[in-house]
């Protein structure tokens, strides 16, 4: 398995790499993003946990690279020259499912430089090639697959194997000859999340993710994630239930969560927090955060938004949140119909939606809802009740922002299963599943969805909604973050395009 001689871990260079993909349809949304999208939004995300991995690494000893070419709009000739000269032992790549044939070409091309001088070792980690791991060693030149989401804790395994021939831990795939080999199904269970460091964020160039997100209003701001990945972690459609079972999900501790902010606030001056977790830790946990929130008086310093699911959090500790300093709160709305939410698997009921809305408002929070069209069972008529529903709760001033996308059925996901048993697929060719247009035979054309979004869009832009978005305004950050907010709407719009 090993493919250096033992070497001590300084001399062992390590690349986290985000190669440049050039396309007409915008920028990659690759890092942090469980729903891949091509944007022309401008926005970048920061990727916590390849963070944790490269902090991790080097804590360890290890020479590591922050290679976002994405992030930092480099052209492929300028990124790969800068690689050339940098010669990396070990170059790692987050895919997934729309990139993978990008990043197999890229592999290909890192191999072909290859050398008596310099002969790297690639990584491939992230959803896709957890679903499917025989795929990219049979169709590229990788050495090493990660399978799994823990790619901090595993990276310094094969790290570790690489320089010192540790055994190499369940999870990997790899090729010995012309065979493929595995060490078997990932487990996260014993990776303890309190154990890591607090994350790095001069050695991530967290400057590049720090100003361009629509979920920032004060800045700078910065994401975290306090639990791996989401308690639930059996929604159909979710890509991160590959990586992140939820029978397996962890959170780190109430002290080690808040340290990590004291550290954001006291040495990066952020403003603004978001939880990236798929679902923030609730119960007695979340109780516990929101004390330690006010007592260290971080609620003064900070605002603070995550991820959060309807009916999870009783009325009372939305106010606790809401004096805690937390500000957006993003739920997984997806549909109106009580069918598709039972089909999905979402474990939730239509009625939750309104009820939590309500209470998240009357507290001064302010939600935003993610809500997917291109369900292969909804009838027009179930379409139009989501899209009716969405407009109707706008009207109303219950929602104040949205995301509004295609289903694609991710390769591991149930639905993927499903679909591809029931011959719904209309395409296995995996550029064409970046959201942009339906892969799935539906009752209505696939041309249509792209329409129905955009109409989405724009029929929440009311006089009331324009109204209550100005009357939000309290300082000159909530105009600048309403105009720019605006600007990228209509560049969102440019996303479901024709």
């Not at 992140?244 to 990590?260: I, K, L, M």
């Not at 599943?433 to 869009?457: C, G, S, W």
């Amino acid at each position: 398995m090993s493919k250096t001689a033992s070497i001590s871990a300084a001399k062992f260079s390590i690349a986290i790499s985000y190669p440049p993909i050039p396309s007409p349809k915008g920028s990659p949304l690759l890092t942090q993003n469980r729903q891949f999208q091509w944007t022309n939004t401008g926005n970048h995300i920061y990727p916590v946990i390849p963070a944790s991995a490269a902090t991790l690494l080097s804590k360890s000893g290890y020479q590591v690279y922050w290679d976002d070419a994405i992030s930092t709009n480099l052209t492929p000739s300028v990124w790969f020259n800068q690689l050339l000269r940098r010669r990396p032992n070990l170059i790692v790549i987050e895919t997934k499912t729309p990139v993978v044939k990008y990043h197999w070409q890229i592999i290909k091309k890192i191999k072909n430089h290859s050398s008596a001088h310099w002969s790297p070792i690639v990584v491939l980690m992230g959803d896709h090639v957890t679903a499917m791991p025989k795929e990219s060693l049979q169709n590229s030149p990788v050495d090493y697959v990660l399978t799994g989401g823990d790619y901090d804790f595993m990276l310094q395994n094969l790290c570790d194997h690489l320089t010192h021939k540790t055994k190499l831990e369940p999870g990997f795939w790899y090729r010995s000859g012309k065979t493929i080999l595995t060490t078997g199904q990932f487990s996260l269970v014993h990776h303890q999340l309190d154990s890591l460091p607090i994350i790095d964020r001069e050695l991530t160039q967290w400057q590049l993710y720090a100003y361009h997100n629509n979920n920032y209003r004060y800045l700078p701001g910065a994401y975290i994630m306090s639990g791996r990945d989401c308690w639930w972690g059996k929604c159909a459609f979710c890509s991160w239930t590959t990586l992140y079972p939820g029978s397996q999900f962890r959170c780190f501790s109430v002290d080690r969560t808040v340290a990590e902010i004291t550290n954001l606030v006291d040495n990066f001056h952020v403003r603004e927090i978001f939880d990236d977790s798929g679902t923030l830790p609730v119960g007695q946990w979340l109780d516990d955060f929101c004390h330690r929130l006010i007592s260290t008086g971080l609620n003064k310093k900070i605002r603070f938004s995550c991820n959060l699911r309807f009916g999870s959090v009783t009325a009372n500790q939305y106010q606790l949140m809401a004096k805690a300093g937390f500000r957006l709160i993003l739920y997984g709305f997806e549909s109106a119909n009580q069918t598709t939410l039972d089909r999905i698997n979402k474990n939730n009921r239509v009625e939750n939606a309104e009820k939590d809305l309500k209470l998240a408002k009357r507290v001064g929070l302010q939600p935003h809802v993610t809500i997917m069209l291109g369900y292969p069972w909804e009838t027009t008529a179930e379409i139009n009740n989501t899209l009716y529903t969405a407009k109707s709760l706008f009207r109303q001033g219950l929602i104040d922002s949205m995301q509004a996308t295609i289903v694609i059925p991710y390769p591991g996901t149930p639905l993927f299963s499903d679909c591809k048993k029931q011959h719904l697929l209309l395409s296995t060719n995996w550029n064409d599943y970046d959201m942009r247009h339906p892969v799935i035979k539906t009752q209505l054309n696939p041309a249509e969805y792209p329409r129905l979004v955009q109409q989405l869009f724009k029929g929440i832009i009311t006089p009331k909604f324009m109204l209550n978005q100005v009357l939000s305004i309290r300082s000159f950050e909530d105009f600048q973050h309403l105009l720019k907010y605006t600007y990228k709407f209509f560049q969102k719009l440019k996303d479901f395009s024709s």
